[in-house]
């Protein structure tokens, strides 16, 4: 029973570490978070204006996420230490895995809350133009997948 649990922890720490790894480095071949946000707004034909604003927006948000990812990469260092304590406190183990969490949800709202943000700035004209850009993107990407779903309705 001894070897078994102690197994099992071992077997949960290797999968966890390989998951923290993978979260760290952003997993297989990332895109910078709002690059691709910042290579709609190129395809659009922006005034003068809008590219100021625009840009402001997306420098604010690539602070705040610079921020948020210390913290997230701080949160899965201590998570780490945790599970390497001898035997790992299941408490405080669940506690930081949770703040973690709390932080992946704040990078994904400060994601959405930039989105609104820029979308707001263009005209009705431009926001048709980027949900074409964005349907045509989708649609590729499903067509590189094999063995991809058919998108609904289809």
Known sequence: MQRSYAAMWV?????????LVFAET?????RPPGAQLQREMEKLDLTADQRTKVDAILQAAKKQRGE???????????????????PPNEQAVLAQAEKIGGLRTE???????????????LTPEQREQLKA???AAHKNARK???????????
């Open 133 to 135: 850009q964005r349907h």
């Open 68 to 86: 948020l990812q210390e913290q997230l990469n701080q949160g899965l260092k201590d998570l780490r230490a945790l599970l390497r304590q001898e």
């Open 144 to 154: 590189a997948k094999p063995g991809a779903a058919p998108a609904p309705g289809k």
């Open 107 to 121: 990078q994904h709202k400060l994601a959405l809350r930039t989105r609104f943000k820029v979308e707001a700035e």
């Open 26 to 30: 952003g997993g297989p071949a990332r």
């Open 11 to 19: 077997g949960a720490v290797v999968v966890l570490a390989g998951s």
